[in-house]
């Protein structure tokens, strides 16, 4: 493929943008727009004609997985890839069920990360068998429950909500400044009450009701 590839990268480590972009040097990849936070990625790849984006999970001002979904809902067809250190189940449902085209680890190869770029520009998605094989069950359980009125209460949203953005019980206590077995007790009365299995799919539910 001849043809320019315009990217724009969205990570808040400048190294992580700089070794992006070294990489691609010398190829029909171009990028186009580099930025450091999600709400800054909503508004660049709104505003610039791109073939591809790519989207660090974790960021501040809207985490990427947020700046997907918005993205998404403005131009649907942009094709994205999500970028992570983190080999996180929560992330990948959340990515699979708000659209992206693929999800690359940060410690992948050049070579890998060029035929991921390429293929998404093709308008083909790079997901393996294996990854969509993962939250195939957290994808198809919460559907049946989605219309489903859930009486949750503030906190148990709240703990919903961290969950769903790939928090951790450990994680999760600290940002509400509760302990940790509150916070795994609230997780296994949410899953009760959503009837689901386990945080994955509890996530992917929470993404379906527009929670978060």
């Not at 493929?1 to 190829?27: C, F, P, Q, Y």
């Not at 996180?88 to 690359?104: E, F, H, K, M, Q």
């Not at 919460?142 to 148990?156: G, I, S, W, Y």
Request: aromatic letters at 2%; charged letters at 25%.
């Amino acid at each position: 493929m001849n043809d320019e590839i315009r990217l724009m990268i969205a990570d808040d480590h400048e190294v992580v943008r700089s070794g992006l972009k070294s990489l691609l040097t010398g190829t029909e990849v171009t990028v186009v727009a580099e930025v450091a936070t999600g709400s800054a990625a909503v508004r660049c790849a709104l505003e610039h004609e791109l073939d591809v984006a790519m989207l660090d999970v974790r960021m501040p001002n809207g985490d990427g997985l947020t700046a997907l979904g918005r993205i998404k809902l403005d131009k649907p067809d942009l094709p994205i890839l999500m970028l992570s250190t983190f080999d996180n189940p929560t992330y990948i449902a959340r990515a699979v069920a708000l659209g992206a085209s693929g999800y690359l680890l940060k410690g992948c190869s050049r070579d890998e990360m060029l035929s991921a770029i390429r293929t998404t520009a093709a308008g083909e998605s790079v997901w393996t068998r294996d990854e969509l094989r993962r939250v195939t069950g957290a994808l198809a359980t919460p559907r049946l429950a989605a219309d489903v009125e859930v009486p949750l209460t503030q906190r148990e949203s709240e703990v919903l909500s961290q969950l769903a953005h790939g928090l951790m019980n450990k994680e999760i206590a600290q940002a509400l400044n509760i302990s940790y077995e509150t916070v795994k007790e609230h997780v296994q009365h949410i899953l009760r009450k959503i009837g689901v299995k386990d945080r994955t799919q509890a996530a992917v539910w929470a993404v379906r009701k527009e929670l978060v």
